[in-house]
């Protein structure tokens, strides 16, 4: 049964947890393993690519190419006072492979954790340096350069203006001011008992211009911004006005879907 959870979000630049014990590496090799596998939806089913869509403020779009990177995965143990940050863990997403949407994390400490926490970005102390490899090489076409850094997030398609005229839509959403933190906790991963799970996160990717469902609310009662496709301002951001209304909506778009002990 589908468990919606608590979903928190802070924004967070360099340094994460000031006043906890922080361990960037952990204390012992373990037999853990997670794997999270992200579900990349649009109005509660899969996405599809080149199909036609509607967001809240009623204007048609599609979609032809979407990726993002997660990193710094980090764990907060039941005991709620040390965090374990997996160590380079910088992940792009995108729609290639089954494969290609999914993370695994192995050699982790066989303890109960209680908070799963993990970043939309790539932060400041690898977003300057294009010089990597993996999933940083900026062959994959996610990298501007050294001086811009990084794409948090492509999402590129046609917005339909009207029947006859279509609009390139292409939304390139980086540096640091961009950089998200999202957290799942009143969920315990438990690698103690069952040192393999799997954890389902499903990506509402529609949430990206704003949630249809706060349609009819208050402004200051969203948790999403409404993105209005017609504001050329929007387009090609990473310095433009909306990024960050942007950003805060993609912090909302993660909704915890199951966890399953294999």
Same mark, same amino acid.
């Given at each position: 049964?589908?468990?919606?959870?608590?979903?928190?979000?802070?924004?967070?630049?360099?340094?994460?947890?000031?006043?906890?014990?922080?361990?960037?590496?952990?204390?012992?090799?373990?037999?853990?393993?997670?794997?999270?596998?992200?579900?990349?939806?649009?109005?509660?089913?899969?996405?599809?690519?080149?199909?036609?869509?509607?967001?809240?403020?009623?204007?048609?779009?599609?979609l032809?190419?979407?990726?993002?990177?997660?990193?710094?995965?980090?764990?907060?143990?039941?005991?709620?006072?040390?965090?374990?940050?997996?160590?380079?863990?910088?992940?792009?997403?995108?729609?290639?492979?089954?494969?290609?949407?999914?993370?695994?994390?192995?050699?982790?400490p066989? /303890? %109960?954790?209680?908070? #799963?926490?993990?970043?939309?970005?790539?932060? *400041?102390?690898?977003?300057? +340096?294009? $010089?990597?490899?993996g999933?940083?090489?900026?062959?994959?076409?996610?990298?501007?350069?050294?001086?811009?850094?990084?794409?948090?997030?492509?999402?590129e398609?046609?917005?339909?203006?009207?029947?006859?005229?279509?609009?390139?839509?292409?939304?390139?959403?980086?540096?640091?001011?961009?950089?998200?933190?999202?957290?799942?906790?009143?969920?315990?991963?438990?690698?103690a008992?069952?040192p393999?799970?799997?954890?389902?996160?499903?990506?509402?990717?529609?949430?990206?211009f704003?949630? /249809? %469902?706060?349609?009819g #609310?208050?402004?200051?009662?969203?948790?999403? *911004?409404?993105?209005?496709? +017609?504001? $050329?301002?929007?387009?090609?951001?990473?310095?433009?006005?909306?990024?960050q209304?942007?950003?805060?909506?993609?912090?909302?778009?993660?909704?915890?879907?199951?966890i399953?002990?294999?």
């Open positions: 049964m589908k468990k919606l959870l608590t979903l928190l979000f802070t924004i967070a630049l360099t340094s994460l947890f000031s006043c906890d014990t922080y361990k960037e590496n952990f204390d012992v090799d373990g037999t853990g393993s997670i794997t999270i596998k992200f579900n990349f939806l649009h109005d509660r089913a899969p996405l599809e690519y080149n199909r036609q869509y509607i967001n809240a403020l009623g204007q048609n779009y599609t032809s190419d979407f990726r993002m990177y997660i990193s710094n995965l980090t764990l907060r143990d039941t005991s709620g006072t040390n965090f374990y940050k997996v160590e380079d863990s910088y992940h792009l997403l995108e729609i290639i492979e089954e494969s290609d949407t999914s993370i695994v994390i192995t050699g982790l066989n /303890k %109960s954790y209680s908070e #799963l926490q993990f970043s939309v970005g790539v932060d *400041n102390a690898a977003n300057y +340096n294009t $010089d990597q490899v999933d940083l090489d900026p062959a994959n076409g996610m990298a501007w350069n050294w001086d811009t850094g990084y794409k948090f997030m492509l999402v398609g046609l917005h339909l203006v009207d029947s006859i005229s279509t609009k390139g839509l292409v939304y390139h959403i980086g540096g640091d001011a961009n950089y998200r933190v999202v957290k799942f906790s009143e969920q315990e991963i438990n690698l008992n069952t393999t799970m799997y954890i389902e996160l499903d990506v509402n990717v529609d949430y990206i704003g949630d /249809k %469902s706060e349609y #609310l208050p402004e200051d009662q969203r948790k999403t *911004n409404f993105i209005d496709l +017609n504001d $050329d301002t929007d387009q090609d951001t990473m310095f433009g006005p909306n990024t209304k942007i950003a805060d909506n993609y912090a909302q778009m993660f909704t915890w879907k199951d399953i002990g294999q």
